[in-house]
């Protein structure tokens, strides 16, 4: 199975590196291997700014939180990365860089 690569906020909860496992909830969509390299190597050296924050690992966030995790995004040293990222994984659920995810495009 790919791995997964769950929005960072879990990155601080779990410790260490990013976090594979065997679950469907947060599968790319699309391999996105040297994407997700690049965001966790950006991990590794910079915290990302929604760790612990548990609106970015809510099942439903409300668009006002979805639009305040924005605000943080845009403050966040991996954001770059983490578009990347999402961007090539088309991630099923979550608030990546930004953007909420399935993205439109994502679901057609
Ligand atoms: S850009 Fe947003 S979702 Fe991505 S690591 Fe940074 S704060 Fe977290």
Same mark, same amino acid.
């Given at each position: 199975?790919? #791995?997964?690569?769950? @929005?960072?906020?879990?990155?601080?909860?779990?410790?260490? #590196?990013?976090?594979?496992? @065997?679950?469907? =909830?947060? $599968? @790319?969509? =699309? /391999?996105?291997?040297?994407?997700?390299?690049?965001?966790?190597?950006?991990?590794?050296?910079?915290? @990302?700014?929604?760790?612990?924050?548990?609106?970015?690992?809510?099942?439903?966030?409300? $668009?006002? /939180?979805?639009?305040?995790?924005?605000?943080?995004?845009?403050?966040?040293?991996?954001?770059?990365?983490? /578009? /990347?990222?999402?961007?090539?994984?088309?991630?099923?659920?979550?608030?990546? #860089?930004? $953007? *909420?995810?399935?993205? *439109?495009?994502?679901? =057609?």
């Amino acid at each position: 199975m790919t #791995a997964i690569l769950p @929005p960072a906020a879990l990155r601080s909860r779990l410790g260490g #590196a990013l976090v594979d496992e @065997p679950t469907a =909830r947060y $599968t @790319p969509m =699309r /391999d996105a291997t040297a994407e997700r390299d690049r965001l966790d190597a950006v991990l590794t050296a910079h915290a @990302p700014a929604c760790a612990g924050d548990d609106r970015f690992t809510a099942d439903h966030p409300t $668009t006002a /939180d979805v639009d305040a995790m924005a605000a943080v995004c845009a403050t966040c040293p991996a954001q770059a990365a983490c /578009d /990347d990222y999402a961007a090539a994984a088309l991630p099923p659920v979550g608030v990546w #860089a930004g $953007t *909420r995810y399935p993205r *439109r495009e994502a679901t =057609r």
